[in-house]
């Protein structure tokens, strides 16, 4: 055969020819043609093989409810996209397709021996066996099951392509924009409303592309939307779901139908919010159920009335019609008005309207009412038809090349449902229509079942003589549904449309069972002996087509993932060459090696510095809140553990905040300024969080209280100078603070100025050294930081990451909250005993502490532990057991929280929770570990300078 | 995304700049070491989460940063009513 | 019951499949039982079963308000895994993974039950240090859990994205290679199927609009959509729906329903050999028999029985997903859905007795429900029989809210610093 | 003294001309959180006019929510802090920086990630809203040009985010 293409006719560009190939043969198609038309054009009619019995397959359709022709395109490393529909992909010069889920190839595909077998893989098969022997399951059944499932293949390389998000807003959205779409976008334009159209194809018009005597309405309509400032067309768009409140999304594809990529965008995200949604998404016409309807060449008529008038081929030169419905003879009358040769019409009726008989007639078409097709020859494409009286006599043979299904129309209600829009069965039509809505939305034309196609009657499976049992008649094709399947699964008991679904996969392939859900529901209807409204109907779920994973992302990929906050210092760390971690959403710097350093190394230097000289550190990540107004310590007396009404101003205290349920939730140092405005700081990850559970309580529980709350956080880089030589370093940068002891003790706030800019300057210490946290406002943080390096240049000043700063809290026994505590620990467990405010009447969490398995005994307390060789450093999370020689499962009464070697002491320490803890000091507990079990004491959690000489000096 | 009303601001706002709070009109107590364990277990943890009309609060926290209330049906959805803290409950 | 295998299945493949029997019948409700089971999916039909295969209570029904296994037990993403933190959930969910281990021979379904290894990232030293919490807990309590490095979490999942200058670089994962994944629906169907030919009563289309009590305030009945029907011991497993049951005994409830969304790939090649979880990205992926790249995204905010999830949830959701597995970029979404997840404040579940005599409760699973299956069947079946709680869902009790005994695994996870 | 460290912003100094828009970082400024029952304690202490409606700004003043203003002055500005008075007054200056957007294709460069309908946002208009996951604040200051606060550590994800759309 040379080609099917019609000599004229359709909207392709007849001037411009596309080459293009499939399965690594050349084609040639035209501009304006998609892979399917072109492919149809050149004489293909197999496209595919089906997914579980590989049988050959072609053309169903002509849009997105093509459940067969699935290809994969390449162009180019990383852009290779498995499962697409051929009908849904336009033609571009030097296209690469492949068809897929064959081997070794289209035509001769070793896994259609599962179609030999069919008998034996009925629906839900694999329920049944691959049982035995047990072992075989993993290694033999589940892989051989598991290769033979899929469709495409997987993509193995990283997608070069970039993807657009917007959100957009308008007053009337409308969807599709066939006849009743664009009637309905006219309207709407001729108000003074915002209007998006959107329509999923390349051309505006829908059915009107392939009804020439609509071109001049068409061209005249789109003419008047062009001139319609407010109206915003969008093409190859498809409205995928529908969510709360008129939210809609949709894809626009950008640059998948273009031969040279644009920089741009591959796809863009549309987040629409609209007032009124408009849905014109039309009908979609329903295969009809008969031994052999899955052969290639076997399609929808409507879908060869596209072929034939949008793109000018023709889907046979002999074309047979199996009707049930009067579109169907008005497609096939088109079809043989384009020139398209029509072998027969057979309609299972044996009424139908005399002026189509009447048509028939006069175009010289063989007419069979009453009968059906009861079989189809050839495997690769139609070679022919048998068809026979409904009551199965007088069999006779009808040769073709395609045969065209005409089973009536299923409204495309995909959208409404998503929307939760009730819906009404129309027995007319053998179909679901819209009814009561739940948004505010209409349907129009065709989707509203409103659509005069003719007349028709709803069959399930067409008559036969053959043997029920033994027939090949597929309701879902990609997924290899027959209606025996269906009918299996009523007869094991299956009743509800859902069990159905499920239990034989039908509407569950990538069409979402577009051609299929009806036929399905009819057939179960039929074995079940119940009307259609009694069996009840699939949920359709988003999206209404498969939408890439990179649309929906969006701009979300990369350096737009998520924030990666950083300080103001954060730079000349990096170019120091730190290694950093990542902290909630910040990255800090861990360590600062130099050449030749491990972590250990770094670490122990850092720290070695910092207990003997001075050392900086960026502090800058932690949350800080300023609470100003006359009630700010009544406020902050009742959130925190402690009392707060007597702090004195120019003083700090450590604030424990627990959460209602008498946990630990966060904890930090702050400063009273004003008898009216305090300086909160608190961990780098429970900022916003704090923050947040204040504002509950302050709102919503105490709004009588006068004081507000205000983040800081950001405003303020903090530098933390920390070691015996801190305040040498920092009294020549210092003015209006007086830095003596005296005038400036351990745990007090200052205000003045350093290098020129204001500053508040907090005397604290989380190392248990001398110690200074610099306020400024961000901006200067860096120049201030290399000021200060500067100028401690003469005492080796050491920058130190939060590594060492782990050690150095530790071997104070200062206890990180998230790392020591875990969200189940108490003060008490916890050993902050000194923290809890016992004359308080209340506070957040205190009521909490008084139940009873709060104060029963026997609770994980944190302790220190010393390991019996100080060599041995704990590893983190480890698990504590009192008796190391029972057997598995083993009785754990704790856990290792922190562990690091000291280089302080020369020795590991570590800290840990542990039953009854407060009362084992001096035990022995044992760390079971792979391979050998350590030993350690419990002990005192400060392991340096317990009585705090250092702080004070 | 639902919108939502915000009362403050008297507007209706993507969800995205909301965070949803929990049961609405779940007072602290005045005087929580008064209560029994029951009595403390029914304010934190007990709550209505009925299949229809909710109480909650929201929080415009990208936006006015205030909490407010709403009734809501948890069936549909869709809110009847929101209004500001400290009014009486709808 | 007709056995299944694969000699009846080519036998009842010569005669076209036509002599398959009803896998269970379609039961109308009797006027009384010995147990009642409200609430068809998996954890419900596993309870009934365990009631007549282990303790030989067989006069039991299964109240479903619409069909069996409809609600989290064919809405969620599979995964099956025991490697929990505390001893409590360690040997809860430990207890589930070993009836999961030939669940199909025992019920003569095949359950697709395949250990394909569940690998947990850790992205931060943060999640190091949870992780190997963990692995030594687990290890402990023999269940498997082993650390794996970045290269080897890699050679476990080719498609991962271990490069350092990811926004949430790969530092090393926790794999169970015992935990896996299930097909869903066949689980309940396996039960159903099982627990009928024991002659358990499952009996759908049945909604419970009342709960009575009796004058000494134990239960004596429900009251359903198809009318009365009497028995001195229920057992409600109704996930998201708990609260609304209890209410009508008279008990309010510490729990949220919340939407949960899930959503599935086209179907392609096999490429994803495990399951991977990653808290820290909020994601977590398998593939399924049939080639779909099967994710579980989050939770909306709010409390809701709608079904219904938000867009943003998807697009945060296939974001993280494209962050960790890049190559997946141009797949595509095939469909999603919503379920109700029912959560308690600990998120842990409650499995046990209430303070109404004769009325049990299993609920509050939130997103861990399905991998909990069997062993929850096995455990409320034992509560029910005993009317008293076996030693491992003892625990699991109603009292922790008000003694604050809380196992609270999340929290243990902790946050970060 | 202040001349002698030198301040380091989080976005390029360089603005970015995209198609219909152009990205600009704002020079520094100083910023003040105002937090008060009623406007007028404000206005009192201040002695400038507050807007009383939310999602509004005058002279240099908008109002974020009931009891919440944010005052934007030139760099350097120092305000009473309200010392014993029932209200706040907090220094923020440095918590946040502004990006800029001027062209015709400002609002959709912020349609891009923000909810907000820009169609219904007047000139004038200023809002707390969040472009994809990060808060902002928007100030509509002209038909065609847009302030946009951040907090400084999020300045950097939304410059790229600004610039990425800006350039398709």
């Not at chain 1, 992302?553 to 950093?580: C, M, Y």
């Not at chain 3, 609304?244 to 949220?256: K, N, S, T």
């Not at chain 3, 209430?354 to 399905?370: E, H």
């Not at chain 4, 120092?78 to 706040?88: M, N, R, T, V, W």
Request: aromatic share 8%.
């Amino acid at each position: 055969m040379t080609g099917y293409r019609l000599p004229t006719g359709g909207r392709i560009n007849r001037a411009a020819q596309v080459t293009f190939s499939f399965d690594g043969s050349s084609f040639v198609g035209f501009e304006g043609d998609t892979l399917a038309s072109a492919l149809l054009a050149s004489g293909v009619q197999l496209f595919g093989r089906s997914f579980k019995y590989h049988r050959p397959r072609g053309l169903v359709g002509s849009g997105s409810e093509e459940p067969n022709a699935l290809i994969s395109v390449s162009r180019g490393p990383g852009r290779f996209t498995p499962n697409l529909r051929a009908t849904n992909v336009d033609l571009y010069q030097g296209m690469e397709a492949t068809s897929q889920n064959r081997w070794p190839s289209l035509k001769f595909d070793f896994g259609a021996i599962n179609d030999r077998l069919g008998m034996f893989f009925p629906a839900g098969f694999y329920n049944k066996t691959f049982m035995w022997p047990r072992s075989f399951w993993e290694k033999l059944y589940e892989p051989a099951i598991r290769r033979m499932a899929g469709l495409g293949q997987a993509p193995t390389e990283v997608d070069p392509d970039h993807y657009a998000a917007t959100y957009a807003h308008c007053d009337v959205l409308i969807i599709g924009a066939g006849p009743a779409g664009i009637d309905a976008a006219l309207e709407a334009a001729a108000t003074n409303k915002r209007i998006i159209l959107i329509d999923e194809q390349d051309e505006l018009g829908g059915g009107a592309l392939s009804d020439p005597a609509l071109w001049p309405w068409l061209d005249r309509s789109l003419k008047a939307l062009a001139a319609s400032p407010n109206v915003t067309v969008l093409t190859r768009t498809t409205a995928f779901g529908y969510f709360h409140d008129n939210f809609i999304g949709a894809v626009e594809r950008l640059t998948d139908h273009l031969a040279s990529m644009p920089d741009g965008p591959r796809e863009k995200l549309w987040r629409i919010r609209a007032t009124e949604v408009i849905l014109a998404q039309g009908a979609i016409e329903r295969p009809l159920v008969f031994d052999g309807n899955d052969t290639p060449g076997v399609m929808l008529a409507s879908a060869a009335k596209v072929f034939a008038l949008r793109y000018g081929v023709a889907v046979g030169q002999s074309v047979a019609l199996m009707a049930s419905h009067d579109s169907g003879w008005n497609d096939a009358f088109a079809l043989a008005g384009a020139g398209v040769g029509i072998a027969a019409i057979i309609d299972v009726r044996d009424i139908v309207d005399e002026a189509l008989l009447a048509k028939a007639n006069a175009l010289g078409i063989e007419v069979r009412l009453g009968h059906s097709v009861i079989g189809v020859r050839g495997r690769l494409g139609v070679k022919g038809i048998t068809v026979a009286r409904n009551d199965g006599t007088a069999a006779s043979d009808i040769t073709c090349d395609a045969l065209l299904m005409a089973g009536g129309w299923t409204p495309t209600v995909h959208l409404w449902s998503h929307s939760k829009g009730s819906l009404a069965w129309r027995e007319d039509l053998g179909a679901f229509v819209p009814d009561v809505p739940n948004e505010n939305v209409r349907c129009v034309g065709a989707c509203a079942g409103t659509w005069n196609f003719g007349a028709g009657v709803v069959v399930d499976v067409l008559p036969t003589p053959k043997d029920p049992a033994r027939l090949k008649a597929f309701v879902d094709f990609q997924n290899d549904v027959t209606a025996k399947d269906i009918k299996l699964a009523v007869r094991e008991g299956f009743r509800s449309i859902e069990h159905i679904k499920r239990y034989t996969t039908n509407g569950m392939a990538t069409d979402q069972g577009k051609t299929s859900n009806l036929n399905g529901l009819q057939i179960a209807s039929t074995a079940l002996n119940k009307p259609v409204t009694d069996i009840g109907l699939t949920t359709f779920r988003p999206p209404y087509t498969p939408q890439t994973f990179g649309a929906l992302a969006g701009h979300a990929k990369g350096a737009l993932f998520q924030p990666t906050r950083k300080t103001n210092i954060d730079s000349w760390a990096e170019e120091q060459g730190a290694v950093f971690e990542l902290v909630a959403q910040w990255r800090r710097a861990r360590y600062f090696p130099k050449a030749g350093e491990d972590m250990l190394a770094a670490v122990n230097r850092e720290c070695r510095m910092v207990r003997s000289s001075v050392g900086i550190f960026d502090a800058s990540t932690l949350g800080k809140i300023e609470v100003v107004g006359p009630d700010a310590a009544e406020f902050l007396n009742r959130m925190y553990t402690n009392p707060w009404k007597a702090l004195e101003p120019g003083r700090c205290r450590y604030g424990l905040l627990l959460k209602e349920d008498g946990f630990i939730t966060d904890d930090g140092v702050s400063a009273r300024l004003a008898p009216d405005r305090f300086h909160l700081t608190t961990t780098t990850g429970g900022a916003a969080r704090v923050l947040n559970l204040m504002e509950d309580y302050l709102q919503t529980e105490w709004p009588d209280l006068n004081l507000w709350l205000t983040s800081t956080s950001e405003h303020y880089a903090v530098i933390a100078l920390q070691g015996p030589n801190a305040r040498k370093v920092l009294e020549p940068l210092v003015e209006g603070i007086d830095l003596s002891a005296e005038a400036f003790p351990h745990m007090a706030i200052r205000e003045g100025t350093i290098c020129g800019i204001p500053t508040r300057l907090f005397r604290v210490s989380f190392t248990g050294e001398l110690g200074y946290e610099i306020n400024v406002p961000s901006a200067y943080g860096r120049t201030l930081w290399e000021r200060i390096m500067a100028e401690g240049a003469r005492y080796d000043i050491t920058p130190y990451g939060t590594e060492t700063m782990h050690v150095l809290r530790a071997e104070k026994g200062f206890i990180i909250v998230g790392q020591d505590t875990d969200g189940t620990v108490t003060p008490f467990d916890a050993g902050l005993d000194w923290a809890v405010g016992k004359k308080k009447a209340d506070f957040v969490g205190k009521r909490s502490l008084a139940r009873p398995d709060i104060v029963a005994p026997g609770r994980k307390q944190l302790v220190g532990l010393l390991t019996d060789d100080p060599s041995i450093v704990l590893e983190e999370g480890a698990q504590i057991v009192a008796d190391p020689n029972q057997p598995v499962p083993m009785k754990m009464i704790g856990h290792v929280t922190s562990s690091y070697w000291s280089e302080t002491l020369g020795r590991s320490i570590a800290m840990a929770l542990v039953e009854g803890g407060h009362s084992k000091m001096g035990q022995d507990i044992f760390v079971p570990m792979p391979g050998k079990t350590h030993v350690a004491k419990v002990s005192s959690m400060v392991f340096y300078d317990a009585e705090g000489a250092r702080l004070n000096v | 995304m639902i919108l939502i009303h915000c009362p403050y601001c008297d507007e209706k706002r993507a969800e995205l700049e909301f965070a949803y709070a929990g049961q609405a009109h779940i007072a602290r107590p005045l005087d929580p070491s008064a209560l029994s364990d029951e009595e403390w277990e029914t304010y934190l943890f007990i709550r209505n989460n009925p299949r229809g009309r909710h109480h909650e609060r929201w929080r415009h926290i990208h936006g006015c940063g205030r909490f407010f209330n709403a009734v809501r049906d948890t069936v549909t959805d869709k809110f009847e009513t929101t209004y500001k803290a400290g009014e009486p409950r709808k | 019951m007709t056995r299944f295998s694969a000699l009846s299945l080519f036998i009842k493949a010569l005669g076209g499949h036509q002599s398959w029997p009803e896998q269970w019948p379609d039961a109308a409700p009797k006027p009384a039982y010995d147990a009642i089971i409200v609430g068809g999916g998996g954890h419900g039909l596993g309870a009934a079963y365990y009631l007549a295969k282990k303790y030989g209570i067989t006069n039991v029904a299964v109240i479903e308000k619409g069909w069996i296994g409809g609600g989290n037990t064919g809405r969620n993403t599979t995964i099956i895994r025991s490697n929990y933190l505390y001893d409590e959930s360690a040997h809860l969910y430990d207890h589930a993974v070993k009836l999961w281990d030939g669940l199909s021979q025992e019920l003569n379904y095949n359950t697709m039950y395949s250990k394909r290894g569940v690998m947990m990232l850790a992205h931060n030293v943060h999640d190091v240090q949870s992780f190997k919490r963990h692995i030594h807990a687990n290890r402990l309590n023999g269940v498997d859990n082993e650390w794996l490095t970045p290269e080897e979490a890699k050679a476990y999942c080719p498609p991962l994205n271990i490069s350092s200058d990811a926004r949430h670089p790969v530092l090393g994962a926790a794999l169970q290679r015992r935990g896996g994944t299930a097909r869903h629906d066949t689980v309940a169907w396996g039960y159903a199927r099982a627990a009928a030919a024991l002659g358990v009563d499952i009996i759908q289309n049945c909604a419970v609009t009342g709960i009575r009590r009796g004058a000494d305030g134990a239960i004596e009945g429900v009251e359903t959509t198809r009318g009365y029907i009497a028995s001195k011991r229920v057992g409600v497993s109704a996930a998201g729906n708990t609260s609304v049951i209890m209410q009508m005994a008279g008990l309010d409830f510490p729990l949220e329903s919340y939407p949960l969304q899930a959503l599935v790939s086209e179907p392609i090649k096999p490429v994803f050999p495990c399951v991977v979880m990653s808290n820290t990205v909020h994601a977590y992926m398998s593939q399924s028999d049939k080639g779909e790249l099967v994710i579980g995204a989050g939770t909306d905010q709010y409390v809701s029985y709608s079904q219904r999830g938000a867009l943003h949830i998807v697009e945060h959701t296939l974001a993280a997903i494209c962050e960790i597995f890049p190559i997946f970029r141009r797949m595509r979404m095939l469909r999603t859905w919503g379920g109700i997840v029912d959560v308690t404040p600990d998120r842990s579940p409650i499995l046990g007795k209430t303070p109404v005599q004769g009325l049990y409760v299993n609920c509050g699973w939130g997103t861990g429900g399905f991998k909990a299956t069997p062993g929850a069947g096995d455990l409320l079946a034992y509560t029910m029989a005993k009317d008293e709680p076996h030693r491992i869902n003892a625990p699991f009790n109603l009292d922790r809210f008000r003694n604050g005994r809380l196992i609270d695994e999340a929290a243990a996870a902790a946050v970060a610093h | 003294m202040s001349e002698l460290l030198a301040r380091i912003e989080p976005t390029p100094t360089v603005p970015f001309a995209g198609n219909g828009v152009t990205v600009t970082s704002a020079p520094p400024m100083a910023r003040f959180s105002l937090r008060a029952r009623k406007a007028a304690d404000l206005e009192k202490l201040l002695g400038v006019s507050v807007p009383q409606k939310i999602g509004t700004m005058q002279s240099g003043v908008m109002c974020l929510g009931p009891d919440e203003w944010l005052m934007l002055a030139p760099d350097g500005t120092k305000i009473a802090d309200g010392a014993g008075l029932s209200l706040a007054v907090t220094e923020v200056s440095d918590r946040n920086v502004a990006i800029l957007l001027e062209g015709p294709r400002a609002a959709s460069v912020l349609a891009a990630g923000c909810a907000l309908d820009f169609d219904h946002f007047e000139v004038g208009r200023a809002t707390r809203t969040i472009f994809e996951t990060v808060e902002i604040i928007v100030v509509r200051e002209a038909a065609e040009r847009f302030h946009v606060e951040v907090w400084r550590s999020f300045a950097p994800w939304l410059w790229t985010a600004f610039v990425t759309v800006a350039a398709e």
